[in-house]
Nanobody
Framework: QVQLVESGGGLVQAGGSLRLSCAAS????????MGWFRQAPGKEREFVAA????????YYADSVKGRFTISRDNAKNTVYLQMNSLKPEDTAVYYC????????????????WGQGTQVSVSS
């Protein structure tokens, strides 16, 4: 069982930055593809970014491309989401997720989820 714990959320003004972290309990973390998703009130959970287990390939939703960067440090069992130029529409609970084998934009195929961290962007 992989446990994921997100941190780094908070309240920031539009145009600001935050870095989210997701720490995994599993020593085989490096074999998992990782993803970030978000869910705003009244909306469905949506894909934000994903990274392969090697860290070589990264994928982004069009809405965050050029502003967010996903990365990982397998030595620390941690995946990050650097968020720059934040907008009020980025306000949501952000979740990290893990799955074995390749990445995916679909939440349903991820095996493990964190509890989420709130990101609020004021205008």
């Amino acid at each position: 069982q992989v446990q994921l714990v997100e941190s780094g959320g908070g309240l920031v003004q539009a145009g600001g930055s935050l870095r989210l972290s997701c720490a995994a309990s599993e020593r085989t973390f490096s074999s998992f593809a990782m993803g970030w998703f978000r869910q705003a009130p009244g909306k469905e959970r949506e894909f934000v970014a994903a990274i392969t287990w090697t860290g070589v390939n990264r994928y982004y939703a069009d809405s965050v491309k050029g502003r967010f960067t996903i990365s990982r440090d397998n030595a620390k069992n941690t995946v990050y989401l650097q968020m720059n130029s934040l907008k009020p529409e980025d306000t949501a609970v952000y979740y990290c997720a893990a799955k074995q084998s390749g990445t995916s934009r679909y939440a349903d195929v991820y095996d493990y989820w964190g509890q989420g961290t709130q990101v609020s962007v004021s205008s």
